[in-house]
């Protein structure tokens, strides 16, 4: 969601006092039924992608609602461009257009969210000299040299992962992409449960943690999609570093938003989905 000067934010509930955490919302697991879970998934497309969500009235965005459900959401996000890279491939591109072409898709389904909040992470967290500067970087539009450079790393990134593993096997490269993707989006929420809001005043203000029952219950089955989607292509102990190099991002990542601006918000986790995915291809391509 788009706040007024253009930047993602995340809304959850709960508040934040005077900058520190609150207390996080009390989670039920939920006892729903399957519209109720639908609905979710609907608000999960809305939110993460630009793929039509139905034309019925959408609630509010709440991540407390989302992250239960986002394994389903990435599947339905991921399927565009990881079907567009088994079809150029098995129409006989080669392994570098085939990954072109399915890296600019995902860029247009997902509104290029991954890439506009690393860069103007990097652009603020390392652009600024105070934690009030930092944010004040983040929320303008304008990308500074940190944040250009971001963008063309982490697209030359992934470009280069998907070119390896299609060239090894284009299914492979489908299932272990989309995998990465449904991972990195479920692993990206932990500030939201770790830390508190780090913005004072615009969208995000008074919106405070997300609950770790919603959270661990969506990376639970996040954990069970994607393990499905690797287990034909690599071995256990690719699995296994992977998920290291993973949480390893996820920590990393989080120790320096505490430290430079004092909590999280919606650039940083955007940011840091784009991190733990490359984190994991790069590490699937060294067990393959």
């Known amino acids: 969601m788009k706040n007024p000067s253009g930047k993602p934010e995340i809304p959850v509930t709960g508040k934040v006092q005077g900058g520190k955490k609150s207390s996080p919302p009390h989670f039920h697991a939920p006892t729903a039924g399957i519209g109720d879970m639908v609905a979710a998934i609907r608000m999960g497309l809305a939110f993460y992608s630009r793929l039509p969500a139905g034309k019925a009235a959408h609630d509010a965005p709440s991540l407390n609602r989302m992250a239960p459900v986002l394994a389903p959401v990435g599947l339905v996000i991921g399927a565009l461009p990881a079907g567009f890279l088994l079809l150029a491939a098995g129409a006989g591109l080669p392994a570098s257009l085939a990954a072109l072409g399915a890296v600019g898709i995902l860029a247009m389904v997902t509104g290029a969210m991954a890439e506009d909040g690393l860069a103007d992470s990097l652009d603020g967290l390392w652009g600024g000299n105070s934690r009030e500067k930092r944010l004040q970087i983040m929320r303008d539009s304008r990308q500074g040299t940190y944040g250009v450079l971001a963008i063309v790393l982490l697209v030359g990134a992934r ?117 733990v995915e490359i984190a994991l291809l790069w590490t699937f391509i060294l067990f393959i």
């Open 159 to 275: 470009w280069g992962a998907l070119n390896e593993l299609v060239a090894l096997s284009p299914s492979r490269a489908a299932a272990l992409w989309m995998a990465a993707q449904i991972v990195a989006r479920q692993a990206a929420l932990w500030l939201a449960v770790s830390l508190p809001v780090a913005r004072t005043n615009g969208a995000a203000h008074g919106a405070g943690q997300l609950a770790a029952g919603a959270f661990w219950q969506g990376m639970v089955l996040a954990g069970i999609v994607a393990i499905a989607l690797a287990v034909p292509f690599l071995p256990p102990a690719g699995i296994f570093w992977a998920g290291c190099a993973g949480a390893l991002s996820v920590f990393g990542w989080r120790k320096i938003c505490q430290r430079k601006i004092g909590g999280y918000s919606g650039d940083v986790i955007g940011g840091l989905q784009g991190l």
